[in-house]
């Protein structure tokens, strides 16, 4: 039942990429559990890990392998977290590569970045992987963008890719990038894993700020339930088989693109959040600081009392008032506060607005995608944050996982 | 659908205290909503209310009347709660503090209090508070205290009160309390009202610090939902009837007293919270300070995917690792966290314990009181926190209240 998203379309082959997606029974059946993504040799890798200190076994190894060995190979699995596994989780992880590598000619160990997403404390099957990695290996394409897009999901209900190409100086890059995640999303990562991949040619630095840059304005602007994960990761790929370099002037435009394919992969994991029936934009303008407007942002996605009242379409602008009331802002004038619920004010200079009427605000509410819109009269700066609501379908979803 | 919480029984009047109840029809129909509190002259009281910028008409009035004036009337209503009122609605709730002087000899509006709960955003009538305020003080008795926990009633299941009596040099002194709250309810106060009086005999800065430092242990420390709301407020008046003073040797025994009044009308808040099933405590142990115990704390208790769980009696203890590992804790070494549900050890040394299967999980999770136990291994600081799970009932209760 997600918001206004749907499955891939005309997903574009990236030159220098090759993937495949095979059922491994790792914890599903019937369904691709295992995907693995070959990047031609000269790659360049950037990456963004989970903040969480319990991080999961595979995030360990993959920022280890980083810093040590180019990136060939992306080895991910669904149904198994391997996080809260110890020691042994950790060998498995590392086991998981050596695997490949051993099936692969030219490939270290090293090479190979794991990622698991799935239930959190069990202990990951290295059987299954050491079962199907020949198989995995024999059918990687480069059009198999929509198989790994499927094959990374748990919770997901719907597939989440997206590819944009820009004319640069140089000629045209693509950009096609694989995103998942539905609970446990927050910013500062979630169980969210997102892997985008370019032709373009960059090195590490300029891939690893562009992406961070980027992350911050678009992936860490989501939360479904305010948790966050061990397993998070999202991996920039450049594989420079364009010939076209990602700098001066191709840089703004690259970025901007690259923003668009990271807003896409964030929001839709948003609009397939667990249960969601809405896709809500909350947008904090005039605040102090750009922290101070996500503070707030969050701070109202965050709320129960508001995402219940969205999910029951009804404009109870008291509980939004209420969540920006204990934002974390310091001394915070609430006669400068002015909140619109979509185009309708609902309040202005922190009293109810004599225009609004709860008609108008039942029209807002009754849409599947609904905007607050917030001006905190302390400044110039704003910044966005998504979010969806919270149904009955959340609790049944999280209350049933693992039964 | 309250967790172990019974209606109240055997609670003792407070000498100097007198209250009553009436039906004012301000929302609901066929029960008391308003309350009267009557303390002796000479009275002294303390307070506490909410931390939220956008605090309620009835919060910023009783502010101002607390700081010209001795409080000698609590003047309370459920059903609305007048915030997010604008201008008309603070002029409301003066108006009610000098319907009620009028009617009585010898009392200035500014010795009124007023106190309001329930739906955000709708003005309180007044000429609710103009019809019944006669008959509210014709039914002023010092035995009405169950009937005034049920009149300040709003989404709770269950009427919440409490007494104690302890004898201190000079005297039997007796403690009675009342509060409400269900939903709303997070640290630094919430949907949360409380009225404890005793006949003890003190000054104002004592009352005060004395409330202070206990609802830092007690009603700081429990949350439903991390909403905190517009209007919370604890009021602690000592009317000096006894002659027994506050003082010396008798401040502790007092102290300790009043302290378990306070816990058990703040546990009593969570036992009812909204769609509350199970009452969870959350120990944190062997923090670096008291913050650091609590920011831990409220992180796994505000966690919906732990709360959710909770709910479905899964011992998904990854869940509650998740939490920890994401609380706002600089430098977190996972690898000194260990964790105990009940009694049975989950996690050692940051691994999953050797010891431990999924049946002494489930045996645990099973019970309607469960507590997890985190030692941090930083220190020898703890806190503890008190919450409750989150159910589909929750979710009905919050999509539904305005229907």
């Known amino acids: ?65 980083l810093a040590v060995a180019s990136p060939r190979y992306l080895l991910i699995n669904s149904g198994n977290a391997n996080a809260g596994t110890g020691e042994q989780g950790l060998q498995t992880a590392k086991a998981t590569c050596v695997e490949l590598a051993k099936l692969l000619d030219d490939c270290q160990a090293e090479s190979v970045l794991p990622f698991s997403t799935g239930v959190i404390g069990e202990q990951l099957p290295l059987e299954c992987f050491q ?92 939360t479904v339930d305010g948790d966050t994960s061990t397993n998070d990761a999202l991996i920039l790929a450049a594989t420079g088989q364009s010939g076209v370099p990602i700098a001066g002037a191709n840089l703004v435009v690259f970025r901007q693109a690259l923003q668009e394919v990271c807003l896409y992969l964030a929001q839709a994991i948003v609009r397939d959040g667990e249960g969601a029936t809405k896709f809500i934009s909350i947008d904090v303008e005039d605040a102090g600081s750009r922290d101070e407007a996500r503070a707030v942002g969050e701070t109202v996605a965050l709320s129960p009392l508001v995402k219940t009242a969205m999910f029951a379409s009804d404009p109870n602008w008291g509980r939004i008032l209420a969540a920006i009331g204990r934002s974390p802002v310091e001394n915070l004038d609430v006669s400068k506060v002015t909140v619109w619920l979509g185009d309708t004010l609902l309040v202005e200079n922190g009293q109810p607005a004599a225009s609004y009427t709860e008609e108008q605000g039942q029209q807002v509410m009754k849409r599947d995608e609904i905007t607050v819109r917030i001006s905190l009269g302390r400044g110039d700066t704003k910044a966005s944050t998504w979010t969806c609501d919270f149904s009955y379908d959340y609790v049944k979803i999280n209350a049933e996982y693992r039964s």
């Open 1 to 65: 039942m997600a918001v206004n998203l749907f499955p891939p379309e005309n997903l574009l082959p990236v030159d220098g990429v090759r993937l495949s997606a095979v059922s491994a029974g790792i914890r599903y059946q019937g369904r691709d559990d295992l995907v693995l993504m070959e990047l031609a040799e000269g790659s360049q890798c950037a990456a963004v890990f989970t903040k969480n200190a319990f991080c999961a076994a595979p995030v360990i190894v993959a920022r280890d392998h």
């Open 131 to 222: 079962n199907t990695l020949p198989s995995a290996i024999g059918a990687l394409a480069s059009d198999h963008w929509a198989q790994a897009a499927a094959g990374i999901m748990t919770t997901d209900t719907v597939a989440k890719a997206i590819s944009r190409q820009v004319e640069l100086d140089g000629g045209v890059v693509t950009i096609t990038g694989v995103s998942k995640g539905s609970g446990m999303i927050h910013p500062n990562m979630a169980t969210m894993l997102a892997y985008v991949a370019t032709d373009a040619m960059a090195g590490q630095d300029t891939l690893q700020s562009l992406l961070t840059e980027v992350t911050n304005e678009t992936f860490n602007c989501i």
